[in-house]
């Protein structure tokens, strides 16, 4: 009786700490896989421009640093006249510019 109890505990316990650490392992991988996939999508074109090493990240680091510098670009008169011409432009392209409105239509309802 006691060797069953023991053994339905042990049963248990594995089984608590496999729900545990399923989502924590497969979150892992998600987010390193993220980091590889943006790394490598970005990488090769920095690298262009700057030589950057191999830093695990740096990739991300540099992307948002992009993101930001958008921004900060887009904020300004300057930023925005080219903004505008960017939107004409792309308006004259009939592919890209429905999937351009509708994805800038999906930005705007986010935020």
């Known amino acids: ?3 069953k109890y023991l053994l339905l505990k042990l049963r248990d316990t594995f089984f ?5 650490f399923i989502p924590i392992a497969i979150t892992i991988w998600i987010v390193l896989w993220l980091l590889s996939f943006v790394n490598n999508l ?4 920095i690298r262009y421009v700057i030589p950057v090493p ?3 990240g740096i990739g991300i680091a540099l992307t ?8 900060v670009v887009a904020q300004n008169y300057f930023g925005k006249r080219l903004i505008i011409l960017w ?4 308006d004259k392209i ?6 351009y409105v509708a994805t800038k239509q999906l930005m705007w309802k986010i935020c």
């Open 64 to 71: 948002i640093l992009l993101i930001f510098l958008s921004g």
């Open 94 to 99: 009939p592919l890209v510019r429905s999937i």
């Open 42 to 45: 970005v990488l090769p074109y």
């Open 1 to 3: 009786m006691r060797k």
């Open 87 to 90: 939107d004409r432009l792309i």
């Open 16 to 20: 608590t700490g496999l729900f545990i």
């Open 54 to 56: 191999d830093i695990p």
